[in-house]
């Protein structure tokens, strides 16, 4: 028999709004989950990596755009040219996505990107401003993710604690903190370094400093991000090993 101090513990709970570790933590951890970046799941390294670059499609969709930016401007000089065939082909990725009803979210965020940063260069009329959304991103995320370690509240922790519902239980554990203490270290290293390497080429502004910025954009990519999410996939297998051995099936 339901008792009343039981129906407003009941009511207590369904009425119990969020913490904001919480809503971060599920907005990460479902972004996460979308990519295939799921800590729970029974998958190789490997595969876990190429899910989260999306594939032969996500790399011809995140490389090729920049790509013909970059060999355009060169040849040509033609900003406009270089410009309107780059976010072109982010808009045929796209509408190929639709087409297919395959998910379009990657390509819409890659499109979106692409458009905003060739509509202030066209605004500028300086080359360079096409990157300058990138350079600010790289900033953003960089501070995110060092102040979440500095105060404790690691962003990968926080997603992480998501997927595995422990919500920020792992904050109790010295050991789970200081994995994902470093892992948010590292993902800051990766945003500052791509920041300070290319920020000198973009307050350069010639033609050649816009041809190296673009290229740096391309080889600071996927280059650097598939290794740290095989680092961060493994580290945190590693604090999760009793979960990792129960999802992995044993043989007949």
Known sequence: MTTPDDRSEQDADQERVPSASELVG???????????????????TGHIVWAAMGGWRGVFESVLPGLAFVLLFT??????????VSVGMAA???VVRLVQRSPAGAAF??????????ALALWTGRGQDNFVLGLLTNAAYGTAFLISAL?????????????????????????????FFWLAIAWAALFFTRLGVQLPFYLAGTDEAITTL???????GLPLFAPLVA???LAVRAVYPQRAAADTPTEP
């Open 26 to 44: 599920q907005a990460l951890g479902g972004a996460a989950r979308r990519a295939g970046l799921d800590p729970a799941a029974d998958a190789h």
């Open 75 to 84: 040849f040509t000089s033609n900003l406009v040219l270089a410009l309107v």
């Open 92 to 94: 045929i990725f796209t």
């Open 109 to 118: 965020g890659g499109l979106i990107a692409t458009g905003a940063a060739a």
């Open 151 to 179: 105060i404790g509240w690691s962003l990968i922790g926080l997603a992480v604690g998501f997927l595995m519902n422990e919500g920020t239980a792992w904050r109790k554990e010295p050991r789970k903190r200081r994995v």
């Open 214 to 220: 673009g290229t740096l954009k391309i080889a600071m």
């Open 231 to 233: 680092v961060t996939w």
